[in-house]
T-cell receptor, first 113, second 110 residues
């Protein structure tokens, strides 16, 4: 049982390049989330999903797109990366029933130059 | 979701109890109080949650005031490994956007 995994762990992009971050969970969780964390700040919710095929905007969705084609995977896309998107990105999942303990992945450190 | 406010930082001597406060004066009746912590550069880790009764697990205790406007997370015997940022969140029983604030940076001092 790996829990929540994220790919890649590190990435450096040039301004304008695109990339996709992959989040996978093996706990059969309904809900999945993408957060970003900038230095010295708390986590900010980018997008989330309440089930396969659904997505919704969080607190800071601009510049990002997401897809949840399979229940176990949640993809975060940057179509045209900007230096302001330099951050650590965390994925999380929760069961969606009763209470909502979120399980977090180890994070992806992204630098946009 | 209700907003929460926490002190930005606290110190605690190793072996002593760490008491981390959280104010959530606008919490509604169907919102739970959750606590997470984040050890440097790792993903946040769930600690405990509660609605109106005090709760205890192997990691910590959660004390919620009777009016539910504030709570305290207690680490009974703090160790150096408890040095982390602690987040207090108010969340509804049904899903809604979860907002992590800046949290409290706890330093456990030898």
């Amino acid at each position: 049982n790996a829990g929540v995994t994220q790919t890649p762990k590190f990435r450096v992009l040039k301004t304008g390049q695109s990339m996709t971050l992959l989040c996978a969970q093996d706990m059969n969780h309904e809900y999945m989330y993408w957060y970003r964390q900038d230095p010295g700040m708390g986590l900010r919710l980018i997008h989330y999903s309440v089930g396969e095929g659904t997505t919704a905007k969080g607190e800071v969705p601009d510049g990002y797109n997401v897809s949840r084609l399979k229940k176990q995977n949640f993809l975060l896309g940057l179509e045209s990366a900007a230096p302001s998107q330099t951050s650590v990105y965390f994925c999380a999942s929760s069961s969606g029933t009763g209470w909502f303990e979120q399980y977090f992945g180890p994070g992806t450190r992204l630098t946009v130059t | 979701d209700a907003k929460t406010t926490q002190p930005p930082s606290m110190d605690c001597a190793e072996g002593r109890a760490a008491n981390l406060p959280c104010n959530h004066s606008t919490i509604s009746g169907n919102e739970y109080v959750y606590w997470y912590r984040q050890i440097h550069s790792q993903g946040p880790q769930y600690i405990i949650h509660g609605l109106k009764n005090n709760e205890t697990n192997e990691m910590a205790s959660l004390i919620i005031t009777e009016d539910r406007k504030s709570s305290t997370l207690i680490l009974p015997h703090a160790t150096l490994r408890d040095t982390a940022v602690y987040y207090c969140i108010a969340q509804k029983t049904s899903y809604d956007k979860v907002i992590f604030g800046p949290g409290t940076s706890l330093s456990v001092i030898p």
